[in-house]
């Protein structure tokens, strides 16, 4: 399996732009929630950091500033 880590695999279409948009939608099928997520490249990001979301629905990233809102 490719890794999202390489420069060489963040041209393929199997995951999206790090901190490409300030505003995400998650489901709890995403839950833990992590910025950047695992559908995102990571040779191009910041560290991974783990963000509460349970108890308000949403959440916002400290590195990046992206907004996440749970759905459901």
Known sequence: MPSPN???DAG???YIEANAENRYEVTR???PLHCPMDSMT???S???VYLP???TGR???PYCGAEY???D
Do not use: F, M, Q, Y
């Open 6 to 8: 390489t420069a060489a």
């Open 12 to 14: 393929g279409s199997k």
């Open 29 to 31: 099928a995403d839950l």
């Open 42 to 44: 990571l040779w191009n």
């Open 46 to 48: 910041h560290p991974r």
């Open 53 to 55: 979301i349970e108890d």
């Open 59 to 61: 959440a916002k990233c």
């Open 69 to 71: 809102v749970l759905r």
